[in-house]
């Protein structure tokens, strides 16, 4: 077994030097997943940890009792099956080499083991070779054979890792200028020198066929010219002036010559629709209308890579070269998306049919397209006397014009901002708002969008309700309002909160406005609210389908007070009683007395329990109206209807007996004198007084209960009495002592007089 390179030993194709390149198609996405696991390099992934690679004449494992194992695709299958996990998709890519290239599996590792002995600052020992894997007797071999080897710098790195992938999609152009970055020898490596020889073969063909091509076309022989350009364009797929040249010289509907007839995919019949959107374009094929030049349906692409379409985009530059880009993204509807296109460009879009991933036929092209989209999403609300609009910008505009135009012609107090429009102070009538984007264009001028057009219409709005009033009386409410002038206001109560002052509101059948209030109409007008009640009154000033929220308050009717009863108790106060109301914290007792309205006191139920409740009266009559304390602060109050308690003036009767004069060794006769109290007018009908007497034995006769419990003495009319006027009689003698005198008052009314007795021995007659 030899231990250098050079020797006759391996497999077929095996190595007589080191590998400059890899040499294999998606080596990027190899070193991509390789990273991603942290290996240093692909054997770290085929054996096992301890154990050792062999690497001069074949990719080896060692095994037990020195034997060693050879790593094929069969051996990396059982591989991939043990790790599986994160190590399938790299194995899987390395099987898929192997199966393609025997010799690749050893080229790839080779490069990457030279790679790292380069970069280590000790690559010249074996035993950093040993570090990476490699067992000990092929270590030094190999160190000495990669210190002598061609070292590349990033760049040159760069084109010999990235030239298969170029080669296998065609792209010869991008080939030849990665090859011109490498040695012309190919540093000694075999493969990559016959690589190199191919790539030059192709492009001098591709040169070749341009050339003929071109004279061609000078000849005005444009089949031949295209047919020339198509063969130059299935040689390098990425050669500029064969790719603009069939654009060039396409011909709109038909194909290029005999060799576009079996072509796949773009072809006869078809056309490439392109639709503007504000970020990107949309381009598509499908079959051509009779009379249309561009479709606006598109058609998905083909599925197949290897056998669809291609399609690029063309972007004129003035003065320059016309550049090129290939459109990969496909749309979610059909065709492919452009979602990078140049803002201010003329751009133009081909579609090309590929066979086995070759361009196979003419192109079909695109209308050129001005890329200047519009704004998008533009949107408007109206009010009163006002237009508000909303939009998005596309990103690479350099700003947006606006003009709204209205009934009388363009529109002046137009607020705009970005994105946005607010125009008020607007009269009734249909408005029309136009947008343009501007760009900036290759030349350095502005450009202007197609533009937008969006139509508005402003109606009628009832004017708003400007301030709400109410005043409590009577058990009623009225209510006054200023503004609201041609509308139709009603109060009404929000069930879930009234909107603000001033807030818009178009009738919605499924959220319909509250009904006007369902309160009774007082006798003496005003509106009823119901006891208890605690109600946010609001305005609402309404026109048709549209109506305004207006200013609000609150209206609260107590609960009413039932089973009041007052009753004067001297020394100027009058005792009150009432059936507490349940859901009151506090009791009001206000008293309308001698033309004025004063509250004398509040009073919690714990007071009203323990100590009752005393009111200061003067003696003239007054009314006594009992309510629940209002739990809303700054709530207009209605005390509910009814209540009221009326107590009359305090009116007495007194009267006295007054013992006779003396008269040597008797009395004369004695009198009965009564007074009349009364503050204010006497009422006419004031009751009858009567004096009854009752006759009785021995020293303490009782005294009469009732009227006619007794003899009546002596009646007293009430038409007689008059205040600051005493009545005097004298009182009858025919009794025989002992017995009790008093009086009575009698008559309708005699409920509602004091009756003043003097002291009860007075009125006892032994």
């Given at each position: 077994m030899?231990?250098?390179?050079?020797?006759?030993l391996?497999l077929?194709?095996?190595?007589?030097?080191?590998?400059?390149?890899?040499?294999?198609?998606?080596?990027?996405?190899l070193?991509?997943?390789?990273?991603a696991?942290g290996?240093?390099h692909?054997?770290d992934?085929?054996?096992?940890?301890?154990?050792?690679l062999?690497?001069?004449?074949g990719?080896?494992?060692?095994?037990g009792?020195?034997?060693?194992?050879?790593?094929?695709?069969?051996?990396?299958?059982?591989?991939?099956?043990?790790?599986?996990?994160?190590?399938?998709?790299?194995?899987?890519?390395?099987?898929?080499?192997?199966?393609?290239?025997?010799?690749a599996?050893r080229r790839?590792?080779?490069y990457?083991?030279?790679?790292l002995?380069?970069?280590?600052?000790?690559?010249?020992?074996?035993?950093?070779?040993?570090?990476?894997?490699?067992?000990?007797?092929?270590?030094?071999?190999?160190?000495?054979?990669a210190?002598?080897?061609?070292?590349?710098d990033?760049?040159q790195?760069?084109?010999?890792e990235?030239l298969?992938?170029?080669?296998?999609?065609?792209?010869?152009?991008?080939a030849a200028?990665?090859?011109?970055?490498?040695?012309?020898?190919?540093?000694?490596d075999?493969l990559?020198?016959r690589?190199?020889a191919?790539?030059?073969?192709?492009v001098?063909e591709?040169?070749?066929a341009?050339d003929?091509?071109?004279?061609?076309e000078r000849?005005?022989?444009a089949?031949?010219a295209?047919?020339?350009?198509?063969r130059?364009?299935?040689?390098a797929?990425?050669?500029?002036?064969?790719?603009?040249g069939?654009?060039?010289?396409?011909?709109?509907?038909?194909?290029?010559g005999?060799?576009?007839e079996?072509?796949?995919g773009?072809?006869?019949?078809e056309?490439?629709?392109?639709?503007p959107?504000?970020?990107?374009?949309a381009?598509?094929?499908?079959?051509?209308?009779?009379?249309?030049?561009?479709?606006l349906s598109p058609?998905p692409?083909a599925a197949?890579?290897?056998n669809g379409?291609?399609?690029?985009?063309?972007?004129?530059v003035?003065?320059g070269p016309?550049?090129i880009?290939?459109?990969?993204d496909?749309?979610?509807?059909?065709?492919?998306?452009?979602?990078?296109?140049?803002?201010?460009h003329?751009v133009?879009?081909a579609a090309?049919?590929?066979?086995?991933?070759?361009i196979?036929?003419?192109?079909v092209?695109?209308d050129?397209?001005?890329?200047?989209?519009?704004?998008?999403?533009?949107r408007?609300?109206?009010?009163r006397?006002?237009?508000?609009?909303?939009w998005?910008?596309?990103s690479?505009?350099?700003?947006v014009?606006?003009?709204?135009?209205?009934?009388?012609?363009?529109v002046g107090?137009v607020?705009v901002?970005t994105?946005?429009l607010?125009?008020?102070?607007l009269g009734v009538?249909?408005?029309?708002?136009r947008l343009?984007?501007?760009?900036?264009s290759p030349d350095g001028?502005a450009i202007e969008s197609?533009?937008?057009?969006?139509?508005?219409?402003v109606?009628?709005?009832?004017?708003p309700?400007?301030?709400?009033?109410?005043?409590a009386?009577?058990g009623?409410?009225?209510?006054?309002?200023s503004?609201?002038?041609?509308?139709?206001?009603r109060?009404?109560?929000?069930?879930?909160?009234?909107?603000?002052p001033g807030?818009?509101l178009?009738e919605?059948?499924?959220r319909?406005?509250?009904?006007?209030?369902?309160?009774k109409?007082a006798?003496?007008?005003?509106?009823?609210?119901?006891?208890?009640?605690v109600?946010r009154?609001s305005?609402?000033?309404?026109?048709?389908?549209?109506?305004?929220?207006?200013?609000?308050?609150?209206?609260e009717?107590?609960p009413a007070v039932?089973?009041?009863?007052?009753?004067?108790?001297g020394g100027g106060?009058?005792?009150?009683?009432f059936?507490w109301?349940?859901?009151?914290?506090?009791?009001a007792?206000?008293?309308e007395q001698?033309?004025?309205?004063t509250?004398h006191?509040?009073v919690?139920?714990?007071?009203?329990?323990?100590?009752?409740?005393y009111?200061?009266?003067?003696p003239s009559a007054?009314?006594l109206?009992?309510?629940?304390?209002?739990?809303t602060p700054d709530?207009?109050?209605?005390?509910?209807?009814?209540?009221a308690?009326?107590?009359?003036a305090d009116?007495?009767?007194?009267y006295?007996?007054?013992?006779?004069?003396?008269r040597?060794?008797?009395r004369g006769?004695?009198?009965?004198?009564?007074?009349?109290?009364?503050?204010?007018?006497?009422?006419p009908?004031?009751?009858e007084?009567?004096?009854?007497?009752?006759?009785g034995?021995?020293?303490d006769?009782?005294?009469?209960r009732?009227?006619?419990d007794?003899?009546?003495?002596?009646r007293v009319?009430?038409?007689?009495l008059?205040?600051?006027?005493?009545?005097?009689?004298?009182?009858?003698a025919?009794?025989?002592p002992?017995?009790?005198?008093r009086?009575?008052?009698?008559?309708?009314?005699?409920?509602?007089?004091?009756l003043?007795?003097?002291s009860?021995t007075?009125?006892?007659?032994?």
């Amino acid at each position: 077994m030899g231990l250098e390179f050079g020797h006759n030993l391996g497999l077929r194709r095996a190595l007589r030097g080191l590998p400059l390149s890899p040499l294999v198609t998606g080596y990027g996405r190899l070193v991509a997943r390789q990273r991603a696991l942290g290996l240093r390099h692909i054997g770290d992934a085929l054996v096992e940890r301890g154990r050792v690679l062999w690497v001069l004449d074949g990719v080896f494992e060692e095994g037990g009792a020195r034997r060693r194992q050879h790593i094929g695709a069969d051996r990396l299958r059982r591989i991939g099956a043990a790790r599986g996990g994160a190590y399938g998709p790299l194995l899987a890519q390395l099987e898929a080499v192997q199966l393609q290239d025997p010799a690749a599996l050893r080229r790839i590792l080779l490069y990457q083991l030279v790679e790292l002995l380069h970069a280590h600052p000790q690559g010249a020992d074996p035993a950093t070779a040993v570090a990476l894997g490699v067992c000990p007797q092929e270590a030094g071999p190999l160190v000495r054979v990669a210190a002598a080897h061609l070292r590349l710098d990033k760049q040159q790195r760069r084109a010999v890792e990235e030239l298969a992938d170029a080669w296998a999609d065609g792209k010869v152009r991008r080939a030849a200028g990665l090859a011109a970055l490498l040695p012309a020898g190919g540093g000694g490596d075999a493969l990559l020198r016959r690589r190199l020889a191919e790539i030059a073969e192709r492009v001098k063909e591709a040169d070749d066929a341009l050339d003929a091509a071109r004279d061609a076309e000078r000849t005005g022989d444009a089949r031949a010219a295209e047919d020339r350009t198509l063969r130059a364009a299935r040689l390098a797929s990425d050669c500029p002036r064969a790719l603009l040249g069939l654009v060039r010289l396409h011909r709109p509907g038909g194909g290029a010559g005999p060799e576009a007839e079996d072509a796949e995919g773009a072809g006869v019949g078809e056309v490439l629709a392109v639709r503007p959107a504000p970020e990107s374009v949309a381009v598509a094929l499908s079959p051509a209308p009779e009379s249309v030049t561009v479709a606006l349906s598109p058609a998905p692409p083909a599925a197949d890579a290897v056998n669809g379409t291609r399609v690029l985009r063309l972007t004129r530059v003035p003065g320059g070269p016309t550049g090129i880009a290939e459109i990969t993204d496909a749309s979610p509807s059909g065709g492919w998306v452009d979602h990078s296109p140049p803002f201010g460009h003329e751009v133009r879009y081909a579609a090309l049919p590929l066979r086995d991933g070759r361009i196979d036929g003419p192109p079909v092209v695109s209308d050129v397209l001005l890329v200047a989209p519009d704004v998008s999403g533009l949107r408007s609300t109206t009010g009163r006397g006002r237009i508000e609009a909303t939009w998005t910008e596309p990103s690479g505009a350099l700003g947006v014009r606006v003009r709204l135009d209205g009934p009388g012609g363009p529109v002046g107090d137009v607020v705009v901002r970005t994105g946005a429009l607010t125009a008020t102070g607007l009269g009734v009538g249909a408005y029309v708002l136009r947008l343009r984007c501007r760009y900036r264009s290759p030349d350095g001028t502005a450009i202007e969008s197609a533009g937008a057009e969006h139509p508005v219409s402003v109606d009628p709005w009832p004017a708003p309700v400007d301030r709400l009033d109410a005043t409590a009386a009577h058990g009623a409410v009225r209510f006054t309002w200023s503004g609201g002038q041609d509308a139709d206001v009603r109060l009404v109560s929000w069930p879930a909160g009234p909107p603000e002052p001033g807030a818009e509101l178009t009738e919605d059948p499924a959220r319909p406005w509250p009904a006007p209030l369902p309160w009774k109409t007082a006798a003496g007008g005003g509106l009823v609210p119901p006891p208890g009640s605690v109600t946010r009154v609001s305005a609402l000033a309404a026109l048709g389908p549209r109506a305004v929220a207006g200013p609000g308050l609150v209206v609260e009717c107590p609960p009413a007070v039932a089973g009041a009863r007052v009753e004067r108790v001297g020394g100027g106060r009058a005792r009150v009683t009432f059936d507490w109301p349940g859901e009151a914290g506090e009791v009001a007792a206000t008293v309308e007395q001698d033309g004025a309205s004063t509250v004398h006191r509040v009073v919690a139920r714990s007071t009203y329990v323990r100590e009752g409740l005393y009111v200061d009266v003067a003696p003239s009559a007054f009314s006594l109206t009992l309510s629940a304390a209002p739990r809303t602060p700054d709530a207009v109050v209605v005390p509910p209807p009814g209540g009221a308690v009326r107590v009359p003036a305090d009116i007495a009767v007194s009267y006295r007996i007054v013992p006779g004069a003396r008269r040597a060794l008797r009395r004369g006769p004695s009198l009965l004198r009564v007074t009349l109290s009364c503050p204010g007018e006497v009422p006419p009908d004031l009751p009858e007084f009567v004096l009854v007497a009752r006759p009785g034995t021995g020293r303490d006769p009782v005294r009469p209960r009732t009227p006619t419990d007794g003899t009546t003495l002596l009646r007293v009319g009430g038409g007689t009495l008059s205040p600051g006027n005493p009545v005097e009689l004298p009182v009858p003698a025919g009794l025989r002592p002992p017995y009790a005198l008093r009086g009575f008052l009698l008559g309708e009314g005699a409920a509602d007089i004091r009756l003043d007795e003097p002291s009860p021995t007075t009125l006892v007659v032994r």
